[in-house]
């Protein structure tokens, strides 16, 4: 009897079970930071665009009615400064990096192309750029046409698309002749595949080439340190795990010994010496600044500054402790429910390989986001036939999970009897 007992107890697909899990979280108060207006809705999309911190929320009141309507354009005094102070605020809880090496501007999109194209000017004469297949689509076609425009070429790994970066093929790409950069996310934005910073580094820095990742699917879920890695450049977005709102700045990181030789293609004010003296000819500032273009989105980057908090609060390897128990519970209950009604796992199974989402494959997946949100469970459709689960480890409870995976089943059974009928 007792046994019964405790074999039910360990059931994960018992409700009781993921609540027995929140009660043991000690992440689980942070959900209360946000704005969750609608209980019953499942977001299982944290890694498209993170939740709204009640914070945030107070911060943005503040910065509209006060600075901005009151204090007009004599705020600019405490605005300035702003970029800098939430880079070195990213730099110290999320990245790994040192003051100074971090700051806010553009989107990830147009700091890619800046600091892509600083590091091809740098490197060797034409030397090639590398990334691969299966890289978020804006990375691949910023790089298609710098490539394009310099006449230089540009390689492109073979990915598995659930798997992720191949050493290999990547140690034989380098080995082809004179690479100049070496470009690649972190953690895939599909299948959330993480790769090795520290060994790919090594291996890029070994054949004379600089390293530039895109950390925007990794940022706020899983730890960085680019210091130890040795990583020369970074992007990322801060819409997504680090919850700064629709549109809020990217980040650029520059290791510190290379400021000074890289050069960005954008020749704004914002990144000029001595601002202000409106002189004649651009002279870039000495540090970071040098990659800042023109005037920042001040209410968002406000919105990131209460993000980066919420996260530093929290602690990037309780985060990371979390992440991994949301996605191994989620992927538990994939087990139980889903892979006998045609899903298979579309991401790595090894926890230590993967970041904070989990990407199932069915060949009805349109069908199937298109039911889960008619029935409140919020994920992504990526093709090709994936569904795309990123729960948050700030704002998502174990019993969001149950609830979202509940309905996918439902949702699959349904169709399946459809088809039948
Ligand atoms: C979300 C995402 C982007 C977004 O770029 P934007 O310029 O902000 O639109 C870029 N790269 C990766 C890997 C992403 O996941």
Redesign the pocket.
């Known amino acids: 009897m007792s046994e019964t007992t405790a074999t039910t107890a360990a059931d994960l697909t018992d409700p009781a079970y993921a609540a027995s899990l929140d009660e043991a979280d000690p992440l689980a108060h942070l959900r209360d930071r946000f704005a969750i207006p609608d209980p019953d809705l499942v977001y299982l999309d944290g890694n498209s665009l993170g939740r709204l911190p009640l914070a945030t929320r107070a911060r943005l009141g503040q910065v509209i009615d006060e600075e901005w309507g009151r204090g007009l354009v004599r705020s600019w005094d405490q605005w300035i400064g702003l970029p800098q102070r939430v880079g070195d605020l990213m730099a110290e809880h999320l990245l790994g990096a040192r003051p100074g090496e971090v700051a806010l501007s553009d989107?990830?999109?147009?700091n890619l192309y800046k600091l892509a194209v600083a590091a091809l000017d740098a490197g060797p004469e034409g030397g090639a750029i590398i990334t691969d297949d299966d890289n978020?689509p804006?990375?691949r076609y910023v790089l298609q046409g710098i490539a394009e425009r310099e006449g230089r070429e540009l390689r492109l790994l073979h990915t598995d698309p659930d798997e992720g970066l191949d050493m290999d093929r990547l140690a034989a790409a380098l080995e082809a002749g004179a690479v100049a950069l070496v470009s690649l996310?972190h953690v895939a934005?599909r299948s959330g595949a993480l790769a090795d910073m520290v060994a790919v580094t090594e291996l890029v820095h070994r054949a004379g080439a600089l390293v530039l990742w895109?950390l925007?699917?990794a940022v706020g879920a899983v730890p960085i340190d680019l210091m130890a890695a040795g990583a020369d450049l970074a992007v990322g977005?801060t819409y997504?795990y680090v919850d700064g709102g629709p549109g809020a700045p990217?980040f650029l990181y520059v290791r510190r010994e290379l400021q000074a030789e890289l050069r960005q293609p954008i020749w704004g004010w914002f990144g000029q010496e001595d601002q202000f003296e409106m002189g004649p000819r651009y002279r870039p500032r000495a540090g970071i600044e040098r990659f800042l273009t023109g005037t920042p989105p001040v209410p968002l980057l406000a919105a990131v500054e209460e993000g980066v908090a919420l996260l530093a609060e929290a602690g990037i390897e309780a985060l990371r402790a979390k992440g991994v128990a949301l996605t191994e519970y989620l992927i538990g209950l994939y087990e139980a429910w889903l892979r006998p009604l045609g899903f298979s796992l579309a991401s790595p199974r090894d926890p230590a390989r993967r970041g904070s989402h989990v990407t199932l494959h069915h060949p009805l997946a349109g069908l199937i986001v298109q039911g889960m949100a008619a029935r409140g469970v919020v994920a992504d459709l990526r093709a090709p036939e994936r569904v795309r689960l990123g729960p948050s480890p700030l704002s998502t409870s174990f019993g969001e999970v149950h609830r979202g995976m509940t309905v996918i089943r439902q949702v699959a059974e349904d169709l399946r009897k459809e088809r039948r009928g």
Do not use: G, I, L, Q
């Open positions: 989107c990830t999109t147009v978020f804006t990375d996310s934005y895109d925007c699917h977005c997504k990217a």
